[in-house]
């Protein structure tokens, strides 16, 4: 069984949580890092587009 929810929440809040602050903004397939987060979402957000990536950090993603 594969079920597919979407987390509506402010992209700020989120990266304030995990203690990231907006910087240069990259593309990322994979996030593997907080790093990576801050990044692509600097990224697409500059753009004014959406992007939807697979997150390996399961620390921090308990955390936020």
Known sequence: ???CVDVVLS???L???LGQSPGNG???TI???RNDLEEA???FMGKG???ERFFTDKEASRHA
Do not use: E, T
Request: net charge positive.
């Open 1 to 3: 069984v594969n079920a």
């Open 11 to 13: 992209g700020v809040k």
């Open 15 to 17: 990266l304030q949580a």
């Open 26 to 28: 990259k593309d990322h």
């Open 31 to 33: 996030l593997h890092s």
């Open 41 to 43: 979402f600097v990224h």
């Open 49 to 51: 587009a959406a992007a």
